[in-house]
């Protein structure tokens, strides 16, 4: 059984700092790892995507990867109000006939005004 | 336009009800997935299609069956509706071509169905 953990929060951040949301996974042999943001009520949309290990940058948003600790961060840099949602972290396998993604329960983030 | 669209986007139904839950798409994508999420669990695949012709069952397919009439168009059906099949249903496409980009989904806005 596949398993993406994170910490469902709330993680409060003031505005202006750094958010840095955590994820890890079971499956060893997963390739594909994606960070959506979803907003009360509303369908995720993905912010981000990495394959390899160490750092992908892109805006304010940089997600880390680490395959030997099977760990998956997101860090959100100059916080705002509007970065507040719940993020989801996803993990798709290594195929073999199997297709889809695994998420996590996901983390709600909070900035704080 | 939206790239991923979904109908109806509400629905209240009774139990013992055949539901059907419509997804179109725009994108092109060959891969089309249907989830659930519900409070605490989180998102959970039903189904995926990798074209017309190729159905995989999910996570949790029980209770639940879905047709690819086109590449365009992939429904999910419940066909006598229980009320713990009461959730937040998204569909998702993919692009089978193009490296690693074809991994990543992109949902539509999703239905919400509740089973009485």
């Known amino acids: 059984q596949k398993e993406v953990e994170q910490n469902s929060g709330p993680l409060s951040v003031p505005e202006g700092a750094i958010a840095s949301l955590n994820c890890t996974y079971s499956?060893?042999?997963?390739?594909?790892f994606f960070w959506y943001r979803q907003y009360s009520g509303k369908s995720p949309e993905l912010i981000m995507s990495i394959y390899s290990n160490g750092d992908k940058e892109d805006g304010r948003f940089t997600a880390q990867l680490n395959k030997a600790s099977q760990y998956v961060s997101l860090l959100i840099r100059d916080s705002q109000p509007s970065d507040s949602a719940t993020y989801l972290c996803a993990v798709r396998g290594s195929g073999g006939g199997a297709d889809g993604l695994t998420f996590g329960k996901g983390t709600h983030l909070i900035i704080q005004p | 336009d939206a790239d991923v669209t979904q109908t109806p986007r509400n629905r209240i139904t009774k139990t013992g009800k055949r539901i059907m839950l419509e997804c179109s798409q725009t994108?092109?994508?060959?891969?089309m997935y249907w989830y659930r999420q519900d409070p605490g669990l989180g998102l959970r695949l039903i189904y995926y299609?990798?074209?017309?012709?190729?159905?995989n069952k999910g996570e949790i397919s029980d209770g639940y069956s879905v047709s690819r009439q086109a590449q365009a168009k992939f429904s999910l059906s419940l066909e006598s509706a229980i009320p713990n099949q009461t959730a937040l249903y998204f569909c998702?496409?993919?692009?089978?071509?193009?490296?690693?980009?074809?991994?990543?989904?992109?949902f539509g806005p999703g239905t919400r169905l509740t089973v009485l």
């Open positions: 299609s990798f074209d017309v012709k190729d159905i």
């Open positions: 998702a496409t993919s692009d089978q071509h193009g490296g690693h980009s074809y991994n990543e989904q992109f």
């Open positions: 994108k092109g994508h060959d891969r």
């Open positions: 499956d060893r042999v997963s390739q594909s």
